[in-house]
C-alpha cells in the first residue's frame, strides 16, 4: 500500500471509488468544487493493482473536517482506511487543527468501528442526512476526536 496527496487529476478516480462504497456517489463535477475550496486537502492509497481508497477532508479555524474515506469492497479489513485516516489527521494537525469531526451513517457499523477504535466520540445526531438506495432517509451520527490521533 502507498499513500500520497490528492490531486486534481485524481478525482475521476476518486468519483469511481466513492461510486463503489456509497448509493449516493459524488460525481467529478462535485468533487473538483468540493477541492477547490481553500484548505482542502486528502490522500489517496494505491495497491498494486490499483487506487483503492481515499479521503478528502478540510481544515479552518482549528477544526478539520472529514468529508469522506472510502475504501473499495475489495480491500477493506487490510488497515487501509485506518492508515488514510491517520494521515488525514497528521495533515490536519500541520496546518493547525486540534480537532478533527467527521459524520457516518448510523447503519455503517465497519466505519463506526474503526473511528472507535481510533477514539473518535459521538457528540451529535444529524437526523435524515443521508439518502439510502430507496431514496428513504438514515441518520449520520456526528464524531469528534481531538488531534493528534
Known amino acids: ?3 500520497r496527496p490528492l490531486e486534481p487529476e485524481d ?9 463503489q462504497c456509497f448509493t449516493a456517489a459524488w460525481d467529478v463535477g462535485f468533487l473538483g468544487e468540493l477541492f477547490a475550496q481553500p484548505r482542502t486537502f486528502g490522500f489517496i492509497a494505491t495497491e498494486p493493482d490499483g487506487s483503492a481508497g481515499f479521503t478528502l477532508a478540510s481544515s479552518a479555524a482549528g477544526e478539520a473536517e ?3 474515506l472510502a475504501v473499495r469492497p475489495r ?5 487501509l482506511g485506518g ?3 491517520r494521515e488525514t489527521a497528521a495533515h490536519a494537525v500541520l496546518v493547525g487543527a486540534s480537532e478533527l469531526f467527521l459524520e ?3 447503519e455503517n457499523l465497519a466505519a463506526r468501528a474503526l473511528y472507535g477504535r481510533l477514539g ?3 457528540v451529535g445526531l444529524r437526523p435524515a442526512y443521508y439518502r439510502e438506495a430507496d431514496g428513504s432517509p438514515a441518520d449520520a451520527l456526528i464524531l469528534k476526536r481531538a488531534l493528534p490521533l
Not at 11 to 19: E, S, T
Not at 75 to 79: D, I, K, L, T
Request: proline share 0%; aromatic share 10%.
Open 1 to 3: 500500500m502507498h499513500l
Open 11 to 19: 478525482l475521476y478516480v476518486v468519483a469511481k471509488l466513492h461510486a
Open 66 to 68: 472529514l468529508f469522506s
Open 75 to 79: 480491500s477493506r479489513r487490510r488497515g
Open 83 to 85: 492508515a488514510l485516516l
Open 104 to 106: 457516518v451513517a448510523i
Open 120 to 122: 473518535f466520540r459521538e
